[in-house]
């Protein structure tokens, strides 16, 4: 209600930004067409919480400075998660459920793809597996290529200014580019 009469705060229209860039980059196509990443409703939410998960993780890594904007991004995306629902025609019992399950679901990514970022290659590609692969063994390969692009991800990100990130700017390469570099390499 605040909002209506003063505005955004800053940390609000930051994390609006990096949340549309977010979405931006999960929308890729190669995502869905070339790494395997099931083009669904769940398909789509992994790909956002990947990328919003990336973002916080590096504004993580300034938590005095960016605290603010971090919790404006976690709340924008559940805001967005929120209307989602109701536009896919939940009813408004249930949407606070599926809302609370997702981010109870978000906090499992998040603490699964922190560990596997800090750890061996292959918790990072079994947590990938279990979550948007749902553990399905076919689609191994798949995990991996999307392990490896998180790892290239991470890494980027860690060299981008902070100061450019709580300015609400994020530089994500294409996906396709991180298949060519697997591909080379």
Known sequence: MLEKFFGKSPAQRVADELYFRAVAQARQTNFYTDMGVPDTV????D????????????LKQDNVRSAATAQALFDTMFTDMDRGLRELGAGDLGVGRRVKAMAKAFYGRVAAYD?????????????????????DEKERSCALSIASYMRDQAEKLDHQSMDALLQGEVIFPAPW?????????
Do not use: K, P, W, Y
């Not at 790909?47 to 590096?58: D, E, Y």
């Not at 560990?115 to 290659?121: I, P, S, V, Y």
């Open 47 to 58: 790909m956002i919480a990947l990328h919003v998960f990336l973002i916080l993780r590096r």
């Open 115 to 135: 560990q596997g970022l800090t750890t061996a290659d292959t918790d990072l590609h079994e947590a990938i597996l279990r979550n948007i692969f749902r553990g």
């Open 42 to 45: 769940d398909g789509r939410f």
């Open 177 to 185: 580019a991180c298949i060519d570099a697997m591909i080379t390499s």
